[in-house]
Each structure stands twice: as C-alpha cells, then as structure tokens.
C-alpha cells in the first residue's frame, strides 16, 4: 500500500512532491496528460523566454517588410511566415491548465523589467496554479558590479509578487557570490518559494568544423549536491519551500534531499531517459523506504538531516573541514 506522500509547495497542495520541470516535454497536451497519469504531483510548463519572442518578432518584422519595394505585376507579396509568438504560448497554456487536474505552474524567463511584469501578468491570467520565475544573469559587462545585478532581479521580484496573486516561486542559478544572502532577501520580499538550482545550456566548439555547438546535456544522477547541501543549510532558515533540482532520477534521491529538507523535487533528465512510466517506480521507491522506516508522511522526515538537526559542531553542509569530512565520510 502506498504511503501517505502529500505535501504543500508554495501554499499549493501536491498528492506527492513529484514535480515535472520544465522542459521540451512540458508544453505537449499528451505528454502533461500522460505525465499526470503516470502520478505526477504537478507539472512546470515550459518557460517562456523573452529573448525567443524578441527573436521571432524581428524574423517577423523581416518578413513583413520583405517586399515592401518590388514591383506592382509581383504574383503575391504575401510574405511564407511561420511566428509563434507569446499568445500561442498563452494559448496553449490555458488549454493545458483547463485539460489537467493536478497543478500546473507556469514558467517565465526574461530580461526587461516591462517584460517581466507583463509576461507575468499574462501567465497569471491563463488560471494556472503558480508561477516560476527564472533568475539568471550571465556576466558580459566587466564594470557591472554583483550588488547593482541582485538588487536589480530582487527589485523585479518584488514588483510581480506585488502585482499578482497567485503564489511565486524563484529558480536561480548557484553563480552568485553569496546565494544565501540573495535567498534571504528574496525571502523577505515574500517569494513563496525557492527552486534550487537552474542548468543552462553553455557554449561549445567543435573543432573540426570551428563552429559554436550547444549539446543538450542532461544531468547526471548525483547532480543535486549542491541543491542538497543548500536545503540542508536553509531548512527552517526561510518561509519560502524550497524545491531541489537536477540529477534526481529515483527514490532513494527524493528520499535525501526531503532529509535535507526540501519540500518538493523537479525531475526532467531521469523522464528523458526513463520515460514518464519512471515516475511510478520512483513514487513506489519514496514509498518502501517510509514503509522500511515507519514515516507515514512526508512531513515526520523533512529536514531530518539539515543542519539544524545536526549537532551545533557539525560541518557537514559546509566546506571549511572538506578534508577531514572525506576522511571521515561513510560511503
């Protein structure tokens, strides 16, 4: 018998904390329909990215005016367009969100505060469950200094959790020089929750044809260190939930970073490579374990093994004893 998995994720209540991140797979109709049969806890559409719809409103832009001066005997001058803008986007948003019946949070990616503010209003009004927003800065500016960047995205956050209603959750990158302080600062500005972390695709070259490439490089299992070490050090630090990403791929997985006290988890590279039936067998794996340890929810383990619960000398969530924490480490 399957064990009481339930818990809540940024005031929205999940049957399990199972999440479908966002991805390729995540704006399909069958793929969420077969991901919700299938037993996910909830499901994060697709991002929305501001640089793809600036990118496709000037191909527009270039189509349109294509031939604006040729001749009066043209055949047609009916530009061949193919534009897929943000009301497509929308479109299928809503539709996906009036077809399921377990959670669906939107996700937002952009870069101009207008942006933000009104991609965000416009995925709110779609009816979904929740909205992630993707924080990312790549630094291309050497005068830039890190504090004029944080303020910039906590200042954005704090207009769209003013703005909307329904429940805001932050994605952020790891590349900052102290990404407890900016947590704490998004925190206080009431984001409802914390998704740790995001991967973005870099550059690469081949080298045989001196071209740029961009590989779709899926995580590895064992990737959610980092996530892991963070939840254990945020654990009843923050009123926002945290939700750990990245190289989740089975249950015994989940199982450690709800120890370390996440709340939720997002999985997208273990459902690439296992396909969505994987998502039974890791609720069945989170299921024996509470069994073998007589857990009968979620919330008797979370945060088991955080910080906070360790003893005070513990430096196991930091790196300041790494050698002798390797020497000491049971496999």
Same mark, same amino acid.
């Given at each position: 018998?399957?064990?009481?998995l ?9 049957d399990?904390?199972?999440l ?12 969420l ?10 499901i ?6 501001? $640089?793809?719809v600036?990118?496709? #409103?000037l191909?527009l ?9 040729v001749h009066?005997?043209?055949?047609t ?13 929308l479109?299928?948003?809503?539709k996906?969100k009036e077809?399921?019946?377990i ?6 990616n952009?870069?101009?505060?207008e =942006? ?5 209003t416009?995925?709110? /009004?779609?009816g ?9 800065q ?18 954005i956050?704090k207009?769209?959790k ?6 805001? =959750? ?11 302080s ?12 914390l998704?740790?972390?995001? =991967?973005?695709? /870099?550059?690469d070259?081949?080298?045989e ?6 590989d ?5 299992k ?5 996530s892991?070490?963070?939840a ?6 923050? $009123?926002?939930?945290?939700?750990n990403? #990245?190289?989740?791929?089975?249950g ?7 120890l ?6 997002q ?10 039936e994987?998502?039974g067998s ?5 299921s ?8 009968? =929810?979620?919330?008797?383990?979370r945060?088991?093994?955080? /910080?906070?619960?360790?003893?005070p ?5 930091? #790196?300041? /004893? ?10």
């Open positions: 018998m399957m064990k009481n339930k818990t809540t994720y940024m005031v929205i209540e999940l399990n904390p199972i479908l991140g966002a991805c390729n797979m995540s704006n399909d109709i069958d793929t329909l077969k991901a919700e049969d299938n037993g996910v806890g909830a994060v559409y697709k991002s929305l990215f501001e $640089e793809q600036q990118l496709e #409103r191909q832009e270039e189509k349109l005016t294509e031939y604006d001066h009066a005997e043209m055949i001058t009916h530009p061949n367009i193919e534009f897929s803008d943000t009301k497509k986007h479109v299928k948003l809503q996906a077809r399921l019946s959670p669906l949070i939107a996700s937002l952009a870069v101009n505060e =942006s933000w503010l009104e991609y965000a416009e995925l709110a /009004q779609t979904v469950d929740g909205l992630e927003l993707n924080l990312y790549t630094p291309t500016e050497f005068d830039r200094e890190a504090k004029e960047i944080e303020d910039y995205q906590i200042g956050v207009k769209i003013d703005k909307l209603s329904l429940p805001i =959750s932050v994605k952020l990158s790891f590349e900052y020089t102290n990404v407890l900016l947590i704490k600062k998004l925190d206080a500005v009431g984001v409802d929750g998704v740790l972390f995001n =991967s973005f695709f /870099q550059p070259i081949n080298i044809t001196l071209k740029h490439k961009r779709f490089n899926l995580s590895k064992g990737d959610y260190r980092m892991l070490r963070y254990g050090i945020l654990y009843d630090k923050v $009123e926002a939930d945290v939700c990403s #990245r190289g989740i791929f089975d015994d997985d989940i199982v450690k970073n709800i370390s006290g996440a709340t939720c988890v999985m997208v590279s273990s459902l690439y490579k296992n396909g969505l994987h998502i890791v609720k069945k794996g989170l024996n374990w509470m069994e073998k340890k007589g857990f009968e =929810s979620i919330d008797a383990f945060g088991k093994m955080a /910080q906070k619960n360790l003893a000398e513990s430096m196991v969530y930091r #790196r300041a /004893q790494y050698v002798d924490l390797l020497m000491r480490s049971d496999n």
